[in-house]
């Protein structure tokens, strides 16, 4: 999704997020999108204004890519020299930019690689439709494409994640610290798209059985969901209700792990550490956050490793790993849907 790097790009940042009939279906979009984003923005603004200033997802996006694209020079030399770009659904760089620098640079060979984990059809369906339309358009130039789509049990990203909730345990004292409940939490779904078969909460699920096998099923834990947006119903239960229900059992030690993101941002810096936080010491539960994987080596790491097993499978015929271009949600009635998976498939 990308996030405004300053405060006064916070605007242009909703409503672009509003206008995605992908992430948030609306009637009468084009109308309504603006209207949201404006009434919404003083309230975002001030919240990046309490984190800092901006959103980091984008420091910490090129700190990953770049690290990335050394390591793949070594793991896998026949596609080197590699180089990593940052395309945007929301905010800059914002797809269409990177696409015009591709073309200035050249580029005649690209991986679309989504740095969301589990796939859903509202994130990174709605980036690679973007991909797509962009690419139809001409504005890539001549890019032979292959997909990432999803990699959220990869040995490397639960190691990472469970390393940095092992780090989260530690700051309990040894007698309570087995008793300390992990609350997964993950960026929700409206049930208009779970239950039209998107694929996102079971990959998610998926995630954290990985990594509490990793753990070795040290500790109680719950998968829970964030960032509802508007009156339908989304999937639950929410993460400030699981806090309150838990509190009410009588567990006075939590740690919340992000999931679903690979970087900080607001749904974390201020969701998590300042409204979340607060609510749990307010009802008497000490609190601790598991880091983001932001400059996680072992996360870079694998990343490189994700993409070079891609390029060594493409390179053997095997086509690109990880992408189900035969599936489409159930109930998609998405058009550019399919065709960007047809699209994708043949090489862009």
């Not at 997909?147 to 049990?153: A, K, Q």
């Amino acid at each position: 999704m990308g996030g405004p790097s300053t405060v006064g790009e916070t605007h242009d940042f909703l409503k672009n997020l509003f206008l995605d009939g992908d992430l948030i279906p609306l009637p009468f979009q084009r109308f309504l999108a603006p209207i949201i984003a404006r009434r919404r923005t003083p309230q975002i603004e001030k919240q990046y204004a309490d984190i800092g200033g901006g959103s980091p997802i984008l420091h910490y996006t090129k700190l990953q890519g770049e690290g990335m694209a050394q390591l793949l020079d070594e793991l896998h030399p026949p596609t080197a020299p590699h180089k990593a770009y940052v395309a945007f659904r929301y905010a800059r760089p914002l797809t269409q930019d990177t696409a015009r620098q591709m073309k200035a640079d050249g580029v005649k060979r690209a991986v679309a690689f989504t740095q969301y984990p589990q796939y859903s059809c509202s994130t990174t369906g709605s980036s690679l439709n973007e991909l797509y339309r962009r690419g139809k358009g001409g504005e890539m130039g001549d890019v032979q494409w292959s997909v990432i789509d999803r990699w959220g049990t990869h040995s490397g990203f639960v190691e990472a994640v469970a390393q940095n909730v092992e780090a989260a345990l530690d700051k309990f004292s040894s007698h309570t610290r087995a008793n300390a409940v992990l609350l997964f939490s993950a960026h929700s779904l409206p049930m208009s798209v779970v239950n039209r078969g998107d694929p996102y909460i079971l990959e998610v699920s998926a995630s954290v059985a990985a990594v509490m096998k990793r753990l070795g099923h040290s500790n109680p834990y719950r998968l829970v969901w964030q960032s509802q947006v508007g009156p339908s119903a989304w999937m639950g239960m929410q993460t400030g209700e699981a806090l309150k229900g838990l509190a009410r059992l009588g567990k006075k030690q939590v740690v919340l792990v992000p999931i679903a993101f690979t970087s900080d941002h607001i749904e974390t810096l201020y969701e998590l550490d300042l409204e979340y936080a607060k609510e749990a010491r307010e009802h008497g539960i000490e609190i601790h956050r598991a880091e983001s994987l932001n400059g996680s080596p072992i996360f870079i790491q694998a990343l490189a490793d994700i993409a070079a097993e891609h390029l060594r499978d493409c390179a053997a015929g095997m086509g690109p790993v990880g992408v189900q271009f035969g599936l489409r949600c159930p109930g998609c009635t998405n058009a550019t849907c399919g065709n960007q998976k047809a699209w994708f498939a043949q090489g862009g």
